[in-house]
């Protein structure tokens, strides 16, 4: 990718949920990466780590609440899925600044202006009842678990992207591209699998990174 270009990566097309990461082809800060070589950037990142904690307890409650939303009314509570979409979101900026796809530090709670964005469609009505029912009782948490233990496998790819992408930015100033979009497309899957997870959409998600 060359200077001055911005290349808008997106989720699947047509999955209803999808991450948007842009490309930054401005110089990278190299001072930002050599923290990130040592792990300075995880403790600059205590803070949302802490609140995401609290918030993430509370949105597994509310998600719960939610299924039973579903099985009795055939919708998902607005205030419901506006909580889970803030929390996913949040997640998804610490996640990608502290893997260095951006320099922008995440903000708190929900900001549509940040340049890492996660878009929700609204599911279709009615909603699927059956589905409702398994999450009430975990069934659809145990449904989701070959994601989740593939996602976890993949963090620690992750990991090392993340490191050797900081010692490259070091040395050049830039991320490879490569390396963008392999934390784009973990990104992307994770969205899906969570996102599936707390009812958001009822379409379960494809094991793919694209």
């Given at each position: 990718?060359?200077?001055?270009?911005?290349?808008?990566?997106?989720?699947?097309?047509?999955?209803?949920?999808?991450?948007?990461?842009?490309?930054?082809?401005?110089?990278?800060?190299?001072?930002?990466?050599?923290?990130?070589?040592?792990?300075?950037?995880?403790?600059?990142?205590?803070?949302?780590?802490?609140?995401?904690?609290?918030?993430?307890?509370?949105?597994?409650?509310?998600?719960?609440?939610?299924?039973?939303?579903?099985?009795?009314?055939?919708?998902?509570?607005?205030?419901?899925?506006?909580?889970?979409?803030?929390?996913?979101?949040?997640?998804?900026?610490?996640?990608?600044?502290?893997?260095?796809?951006?320099?922008?530090?995440?903000?708190?709670?929900?900001?549509?202006?940040?340049?890492?964005?996660?878009?929700?469609?609204?599911?279709?009505?009615?909603?699927?009842?059956?589905?409702?029912?398994?999450?009430?009782?975990?069934?659809?948490?145990?449904?989701?678990?070959?994601?989740?233990?593939?996602?976890?496998?993949?963090?620690?790819?992750?990991?090392?992207?993340?490191?050797?992408?900081?010692?490259i930015v070091v040395f050049t100033g830039q991320l490879p591209l490569?390396?963008?979009?392999?934390?784009?497309?973990?990104?992307?899957?994770?969205?899906?699998?969570?996102?599936?997870?707390?009812?958001?959409?009822?379409?379960?998600?494809?094991?793919?990174?694209?």
């Amino acid at each position: 990718h060359g200077p001055g270009t911005v290349a808008a990566m997106s989720g699947t097309p047509d999955y209803p949920i999808t991450v948007e990461m842009p490309v930054d082809d401005e110089q990278r800060n190299r001072w930002l990466a050599a923290s990130g070589i040592v792990a300075l950037k995880l403790v600059l990142l205590l803070p949302h780590i802490l609140l995401l904690f609290l918030f993430g307890m509370m949105i597994q409650i509310l998600a719960w609440i939610g299924y039973w939303g579903i099985a009795f009314t055939d919708r998902l509570p607005d205030p419901i899925r506006r909580l889970e979409i803030i929390f996913l979101a949040w997640t998804t900026r610490v996640v990608a600044w502290f893997a260095g796809a951006t320099d922008v530090y995440p903000t708190f709670g929900t900001d549509n202006s940040y340049p890492v964005t996660v878009n929700v469609e609204v599911a279709p009505q009615p909603r699927n009842r059956l589905l409702a029912v398994l999450g009430i009782f975990l069934i659809r948490s145990v449904a989701a678990l070959p994601h989740f233990i593939i996602l976890f496998l993949m963090s620690f790819g992750v990991l090392l992207v993340a490191w050797v992408g900081y010692v490259i930015v070091v040395f050049t100033g830039q991320l490879p591209l490569g390396l963008h979009e392999f934390i784009l497309n973990y990104q992307r899957w994770w969205a899906r699998a969570w996102g599936w997870t707390v009812a958001l959409t009822d379409e379960y998600p494809p094991f793919t990174l694209n």
